[in-house]
């Protein structure tokens, strides 16, 4: 069974820092790696999705690196923003017959950016 | 575009009553999926469609069923509260292409059952 981990669990840093959220996964034959931010009492965002093939993707200020082999994956914030502050997940996709497992996630990282 | 949407927002049930989550997508996504999440847990797969009158089995699905009767909804229904589905419920949905395989979520179901 497919276990997602994300490390840290919580983080606190000063604006303007540069940062990285990791997570690791314990079955490589992934389909895909997806990253979300969740707002409290909000839904989830899509932030940058790696299919299996790629070893990053960027989006503005974000970052996300795969390492499929390792199990790992990250994902680099650089100058951080206030508006940044919001709890980041991670999830996997497996290769399925039926073509359209869904994702497991891992607990996320609550980050919080001091202004 | 509204997405995805889900109704009712919130609800509050009586152990033992039944319930409906209706979810609904505008993308012409042909995947739909049902997740549940609770603190300390994050979110599991309880359901999920690959088509039009098609449902499959995900990590939690005990005490849930569904129904995908038209390509745009996804139906989430409990037939018998429990306090243990006191929980938010999240739908989502994505395309079959590699291009459009990004799950969009929508903003969630928050459940309590008494």
């Known amino acids: 069974k497919q276990e997602v981990t994300q490390i840290p669990a919580a983080l606190s840093v000063p604006e303007g820092e540069n940062l990285v959220l990791n997570c690791s996964f314990t079955?490589?034959?992934?389909?895909?790696l997806q990253w979300f931010r969740q707002d409290p009492g909000k839904g989830l965002t899509s932030l940058l999705l790696i299919q299996s093939s790629q070893r990053e993707q960027t989006s503005g200020r974000l970052n996300a690196s795969l390492d499929k082999s390792s199990g790992r994956s990250t994902l680099y914030i650089a100058a951080s923003q206030p508006g940044d502050s919001a709890t980041y997940l991670c999830?996997?996709?497996?290769?399925?017959?039926?073509?359209?497992?869904?994702?497991?996630f891992g607990k996320g990282t609550h980050l919080i950016i001091q202004p | 575009n509204a997405g995805v949407t889900q109704t009712p927002k919130f609800r509050v049930l009586k152990t033992g009553q039944s319930m409906t989550l209706l979810c609904a997508q505008d993308m012409n996504h042909e995947y739909m999926y049902w997740y549940r999440q609770d603190p300390g847990m994050g979110l599991r797969l309880i359901h999920y469609s690959v088509g039009e009158g098609t449902t499959a089995k995900g990590e939690v699905p005990d005490g849930y069923n569904v129904s995908r009767l038209k390509k745009q909804n996804f139906l989430l229904g409990l037939e018998s509260a429990a306090p243990s589905q006191t929980s938010v419920y999240f739908c989502?949905?994505?395309?079959?292409?590699?291009?459009?395989?990004?799950?969009?979520f929508g903003p969630g179901t928050r459940l309590t059952v008494l």
């Open positions: 079955d490589s034959a992934i389909y895909n």
């Open positions: 989502a949905s994505s395309g079959r292409a590699l291009s459009t395989d990004t799950q969009y």
């Open positions: 999830a996997v996709r497996m290769y399925s017959g039926g073509g359209a497992d869904g994702l497991t």
